[in-house]
């Protein structure tokens, strides 16, 4: 079980930054990968930026060059920093942890999320 708290979302100007958090508690060793997810009005949840335990990074091609994902492991807390902030970023920000977990001679892969986020870049 993983439990997962996003903040730092708002209300931006385009071409502004925000930080986004994702504090992670419970389980948090079987985490194998964390991410950023996004879902705006009429439109699918995508996965907007990705780290892996090893540390390994990836981007929607929308978003490169403007966002970064990190972590702080002594605080079990991954970022999405987000600059230049454009109107179609818009959208509820989610953080998921993918995990794998034991249970007998099996394993499960499972997924968790937070409650989401909201981030409106507007004029």
């Known amino acids: 079980q993983v439990q997962l708290v996003e903040s730092g979302g708002g209300l931006v100007q385009p071409g502004g930054s925000l930080r986004l958090s994702c504090a992670a508690s419970?389980?948090?060793?079987?985490?194998?990968?964390m991410g950023w997810y996004r879902q705006a009005p009429g439109k699918q949840r995508e996965l907007v930026a990705a780290?892996?335990?090893?540390?390994?990074?990836n981007y929607i091609e929308s978003v490169k060059g403007r966002f970064t994902i990190s972590r702080d492991k002594a605080k079990n807390t991954v970022y999405l920093q987000m600059n230049n902030l454009k109107p179609e970023d818009t959208a509820v920000y989610s953080c998921?942890?993918?995990?794998?977990?034991?249970?007998?001679?099996?394993?499960?892969?499972?997924?968790?999320w937070g409650q989401g986020t909201q981030v409106t870049v507007s004029s």
């Open positions: 780290i892996t335990s090893g540390g390994s990074t």
């Open positions: 419970g389980s948090i060793f079987s985490i194998t990968a």
């Open positions: 998921n942890a993918q995990c794998t977990e034991a249970s007998g001679p099996r394993y499960y892969e499972y997924e968790y």
